[in-house]
């Protein structure tokens, strides 16, 4: 199939760097409304509630989302999670006949309970003969259609609604008294989310509308556990070259994050997981509740890109919180070294402040995949270096190789920028001379065989070795006599 192939390894040896990325947090769960089919894009919290709907006891986005806002996050993907049952609420609007028969069908433009706030109205249109349609919900009129002269009018102008979707039902009534009859404000049946039928299985599988399309990012299902979502999780981040972000229950000790995390270490692709503890805590108006970590941690990760870039380890000083108000468990320093031993991320209070203070992988490669950073440096790449070579997809291969140096510089030009960050560990001689830059790029005659280049292909080997995170500082501090030079 024609386009770009991307493949990632880990070897010995030399390797290279990243440039900037627009951190994505994609995030699954339930919510009051909205689209259950495709992945809603959010910039805000106001966006959220706009196209999701308020804050819900039974579902954990809502806060997830604010904290991610608050601490800093920029843009969101949510997949709205339905059970099998969802449906959504109707109405029917009569004609104007004697005996009145339906004419059109109003139906919520989602699933969910949320459709008995929303009303609609029939009333005379502006110009003689048609009608207008007046859609309000929580008692303020969100759409208005004005002058629609036939029902089958009525379904096109609707089309773009995000409020609901009108469907003709085929009155036989002669026109013009087929269309709907004048009408005051009259409420939708209720709909159902059957939120009572979803389990951990629907909420993975609607980790596949988050396409490969989307980008780099990091997945979470807050409010889900580690052990009931993180297998499906893992697996979706290691074929879509993301991360995700796993809890425990707020009950859960620390003794039983480590547990899961070795259970979970031993699947392929951990590598692409972390597990964080404990919960957060976040203000709500009369003090503090317990929310699970995943928005605070994806937004110290979309710090860490913006700021830096995904070479950066979105912990310790640059994940100091700015809203939360701490962790729910304290953690002193022991645990939070125990935590760290058993590869769990530990959320802590230092210096007075909050801090994700650990970005440690699931995988137990500590030599490639100790921490997260090289999984995301990785993901990063992939990313980009498929958009990148784009362009070059059905361009002609030439005998003078004009093709494959374009290809190379492409990606030369792609984690370059990164090396000169810092992103990649140079070699350099005890003069500062670079042996090799931390990166190489291999388009030659090894990889693009006569053969290879026959079947209108081309290969291209890119190597990086990422720059090692200090996670530990050693200082060794002197107590000098009175008597001593220091």
Known sequence: MPGVTITTATRQGPVAPASDQAARYFVLGLTERGDATVPVRVRSLGEYEALLGQRVAYGALHDDLRVFFEEGGAEAFVARVVGPAASAGTLQLMDRATPAVATLSVTAASPGAWSTGMTVAVEAGTAAGTFRLVISYGGRVVERYDNIATPAAAVTRTAASTWITVADLGSVTAAPDNLPAVLAATALSAGTDDRANVDAPEVVAAAARFAPELGA???????????????GLIEHARTHNRL????????????????AAATLGALPGSEHAGLFYPWVLMPDGAGARPIPPEGYVAACRARAHRDVGPWRAPAGQIAQSRYILGPSVELNRAAGDALDEGRVSAIRRIVNTTRLYGWRSLSPDADNYALLVGRDMLNYLAVQAEALLEPFVFETIDGGGRL???????????VDPIRADGGLFERLTEDGEQIDPGYSVDVGETVNTDAVLASNTINAVLAVRVSPVGTLIRLTIVKAALTASV
Do not use: H
Request: aromatic content about 2%; hydrophobic content about 50%.
């Open 217 to 231: 990012g990091i997945v979470a299902a807050p409010g889900y556990t580690a052990d009931l979502v993180g297998p």
């Open 244 to 259: 995700v972000a796993l809890a425990m229950d707020v009950d859960a000790v620390e003794s039983e994050a480590t547990a």
């Open 404 to 414: 494959l140096s374009r290809v190379e510089s492409t990606l030369v030009g792609l």
